[in-house]
């Protein structure tokens, strides 16, 4: 009888335990370790899952350009669609609250140019791109070149159709994804954005994300800024 509640307590912490997952990248620019990013994956709701990304820039370039920046994505259990976003914007001279919300069709934004409400409405579901890409983890059957996908993606008041080329690493054990946005529809309403939406959600530029073949999990990330500027993002193991 005594050992009943200690086994429900052991599934309880395992159950908790097993309910996030955390990716941890180590950011590089022009060769020199810039920033970092946490990735958490969270079943929060039977029927939610939370995506959060953290960004947040190391050592001297807190001095240079210091970014604290959380955003979170919310999605169905199945991440085929996204209910909604918020980010919350610590960068050095910008700071910001941001969020948009779907329902029946519509996207309703908040905290766009005149801290006014604005909507848009959705010919089919969507997400974000950083959304996506964790959609990507969990179906790596989608991973392949000419995949058509059941959504748009939603960056800040404009719409994009999301196009993948994949190439199999076979020297690094991944496929390396390249992405391409066409925007279909809207315009942009956050005016200024964040740098680290600028650079990696933007219509514009090269963005290359890898997936382990082992299990399928992000390993790397390079995106073209312009100006022979790249970004880099390497898996860190904790």
Known sequence: MKKTPIILIL???????GASDTLFFKVTLL???????????????????EI???????????????????????????????DSLKKNISNKDLKQ??????????????????SGYQTLKIPEPVHHVLSFLIYLQHYPD????????????TD?????????????NENKQQDDVYFTLTHVAGEEILEPTDV????ICAGKGTKMLSYSHKDNTITEGAFFLGWGLH????RVYK
């Open 52 to 82: 959060t990304y953290h960004a947040f820039t190391v050592d001297g370039f807190d001095k240079i350009y210091k970014i604290d920046n959380w955003y979170y994505y919310y999605t169905d259990d199945a991440l085929s669609h996204m």
């Open 142 to 153: 989608k991973i392949k070149s000419g995949q058509s996908f059941p959504f748009l993606i």
């Open 196 to 199: 680290f939406n600028w650079m």
């Open 31 to 49: 060769g020199m370790h810039c920033a970092s990013v946490e990735v958490i994956e969270n079943q929060i709701d039977q029927d939610v899952i």
């Open 156 to 168: 800040e008041g404009d719409l994009y159709h999301p196009e993948i080329k994949v190439f199999s």
């Open 11 to 17: 599934v309880l912490i395992a159950g908790i335990l």
């Open 231 to 234: 970004l880099r993002a390497k």
């Open 97 to 114: 609250f941001y969020c948009e919300n779907i329902r029946d069709g519509v996207i309703y934004y908040s905290g766009a140019l005149n």
